[in-house]
């Protein structure tokens, strides 16, 4: 169980000081995939690299399984770190070691023997399909396959937590997809804790059981990814779950609802019914469905109509349906 209190990082020039994390209450428990999101600048790669001590907090604790690692001297540190895997944006492959012999780098700075390092690291390659890439050099893979290669050295050591940090935000969607399919196979067969860092909602909603929403240092929300994406509280989880952006929908000026569909009324012509039972028009200004812990949700921002007495028909019918909705 990975858990932080009260942590915070400020960090200080020459004429200034600039607050990075403040006042951050966690607890990622053991098993999950654990997703923080927030927009660039809110402070999650600095949050992440506070959990392993890459960066060392000015305030606070992190706890992993009860031991504050914060008071851990250097030997201890370096010591715990390997039960810590780390997967980057950037991939960080040596460029002259090939594929295998990446995987092998912690192996042999922990002192393993080569053919014991070499059996470890063929077995990883197998498990993120690229046993028969192990003498290819990182120059010669794709993305996706240098993030795979990545996530093996990341488990060479058999680590008991996973942080990723922004790892998919450099590939494409349909490599996301399979990159985040992979880790969550880790996660299942391997009983790995996954602490997943990213600014894109869909990742969260792909491979999180919950999330924490980072805005301005500080967690605005946190919650199941399901609670979050049905019902976001502070503002900057609407703008992260609703993508188009606020300014968009500013330019029609008529009063808004949020509608969010639970799985079991996902499929069914709701929108449909409203309108012909009410006999009034709405307008759609924002639509999705996708599916979260291998369920479909939905969500819709219209908006009512001018006329007043139709948009208190449509609100009356809301309030007598099987939909959730909120008055923006």
């Not at 008991?160 to 590939?171: F, G, I, Q, R, V």
């Not at 996660?187 to 059981?209: A, L, P």
Request: charge should be negative; proline fraction near 4%; aromatic fraction near 4%.
């Amino acid at each position: 169980m990975i858990e932080l209190r009260h942590l915070g990082k400020t960090y200080k020039t020459a004429d200034k000081e600039i607050v990075a994390l403040e006042d951050i209450d966690l607890s990622v428990q053991d098993g999950e995939i654990f997703g923080i999101i927030g927009v660039s600048g809110a402070g999650k790669s600095t949050l992440v690299r506070c959990i392993n001590l890459l960066e060392k907090p000015t305030a606070g604790q992190v706890l992993i399984d009860g031991e504050d690692i914060t008071a851990l001297d250097r030997k201890s540190l370096l010591s715990l770190r390997r039960s810590i895997g780390m997967i980057f944006q950037g991939f960080n492959l040596l460029e002259q070691r090939s594929v295998l012999r990446n995987v092998t780098f912690p192996l042999e700075v922990s002192g393993i023997k080569r053919a014991a390092a070499r059996d470890r690291a063929m077995e990883l390659l197998d498990l993120v399909g690229l046993k028969d890439r192990a003498g290819s050099y990182p120059s010669q893979l794709s993305g996706g396959q240098k993030q795979r290669v990545a996530i093996a050295r990341a488990l060479a050591t058999g680590p008991k937590y996973l942080l990723c940090d922004e790892a998919t935000s450099a590939l494409d969607p349909n490599t996301t997809r399979s990159i985040l399919d992979l880790l969550k196979r880790i996660n299942k067969t391997m009983g790995v804790t996954i602490i997943v860092i990213t600014h894109e909602m869909r990742v969260i909603n792909q491979i999180c059981d919950r999330v924490a929403v980072l805005d301005q240092s500080r967690i605005a929300e946190e919650g199941k990814v399901s609670d979050v994406f049905l019902n976001p509280q502070s503002e900057i989880a609407k703008e992260l779950i609703l993508p188009v952006g606020k300014k968009d929908y500013d330019i029609h000026g008529g009063r808004r609802v949020r509608l969010t569909f639970h799985s079991e009324n996902s499929g069914k012509p709701l929108i449909s019914e409203m309108v012909l039972e009410c006999q009034a028009p709405v307008n759609i200004l924002f639509a999705e469905t996708k599916e979260i812990d291998g369920q479909p949700y939905g969500q819709m921002l219209i908006e009512l109509p001018g006329d007043e007495r139709d948009a208190d028909r449509i609100l009356s019918w809301l309030k007598n349906s099987p939909v959730e909705w909120k008055e923006e």
